[in-house]
């Protein structure tokens, strides 16, 4: 199995969004990402841990005039097991630590 493809298709993605017209020129888009991973990674340092996390976004968009507009994008990734499993692995190894 190839690990370099895997981290980069083994995912699935669920999304929940909402787009408010707050006046004619504003914009507010909300939007709730739920991340998967469809199969266990596999591999000496993986776990078992298939949630990769949440990522709630909101986007506030305003247009000046037809050719200038304007957004401001927060986003926040909260990390699942998948993730949090990798992040304590890479910790200990930077102290030294051994698995």
């Not at 996390?53 to 304007?70: Q, V, Y």
């Not at 990798?86 to 698995?99: F, K, N, P, V």
């Amino acid at each position: 199995m190839d690990i370099t493809k895997a981290k980069f298709t083994n995912y699935n993605l669920q999304r929940a969004s909402l787009n408010l017209l707050l006046s004619k020129n504003k914009t507010l888009s909300l939007s709730y990402n739920y991340i998967r991973a469809n199969e266990p990674p596999v591999g000496l340092l993986l776990e078992t841990g298939k949630e990769k996390g949440d990522i709630p976004t909101l986007i506030l968009m305003r247009k000046f005039t037809p050719d200038i507009s304007s957004h401001l994008w927060f986003g926040y990734f909260v990390p699942g097991e998948y993730i949090q499993e990798h992040i304590i692995i890479l910790s200990s190894l930077d102290r030294g630590g051994c698995i």
